[in-house]
């Protein structure tokens, strides 16, 4: 039987996430820590509310002590790390959020772990699992391979970047303190619970309400010569990964 925090749990992949494992181990306990930003939602939570085996906490990661206290009262063994800022577009507006939720954040859950699970010894057997993106390996070419856990990092944008640093982190911590870490690198996500800022959910919202759709044209290099592509005006993201 294990103990979790999932951070992020309010969020899109972070609610789904508590969803999937409530149900394929029920015997778990889950705490939910969330600050709850623009992107987090309450409502994704609805459906275990009601479950003796979840609890919803509101708080930053960014605070060490409360990280620490949860960790203790909860007897928590597992962390599962999804709290993010997450969106390029906006981190290309404002990076200051980025680094101070992925990065500080991510030391902040690191420091809370270290000192109860190591430092207190509280929990031999524990494992820290964060959450990352394929963004931190850069832009593919669509003639290039696909990236590999051997591929050289190489973030783009600021939001990018503050997740390379927090791989980083978690990887230091790992070979300076013995704390027992995981990290994956996924790409590109969508389903329940997306946030409408995100293309897929944003286009399909847009064309429930009768709203136009706006779209731009660009020209995508390909291979040899160069291909004319439609893109939605929503997304600089995904302008410059098909440059
Ligand atoms: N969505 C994708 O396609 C995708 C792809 C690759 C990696 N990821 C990674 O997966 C994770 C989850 O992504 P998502 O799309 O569900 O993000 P999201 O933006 O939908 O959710 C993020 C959640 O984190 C919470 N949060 C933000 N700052 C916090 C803080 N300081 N303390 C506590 N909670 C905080 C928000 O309230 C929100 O509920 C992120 O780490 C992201 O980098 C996402």
Redesign the pocket.
Known sequence: MKRLMV??????????FVHYWMQAHPEDFVLV?????????LA?LEPVQQNPNFQFVQ?????TATMEQLLREHRLDTLV???????VDRSILGPD?FI???II?THSLLKATRQVWLTEGLCAQHRFHH?????VYGTLEPSDPAFTEETAYAPNSP?AAS?AASDHLVRAYHHTYGLQVTTS??????GP???PE?LIPLIITNILADRPLLFMVMAVRCGIGCMWKTMPVVSRRYCYRAR
């Open positions: 951070t992020g749990g309010a969020g899109f992949i972070g609610a789904n820590v969330d600050v709850l930003t623009y992107a987090g939602n994704n708080a930053d990661i960014c605070d790390h999804l709290a993010a800022e997450s969106h959020a101070e939720t992925n954040g959450v990352s993106t394929d963004e939001y997740k690198n996924c790409s590109n996500n969508y619970y997306h946030f995100k």
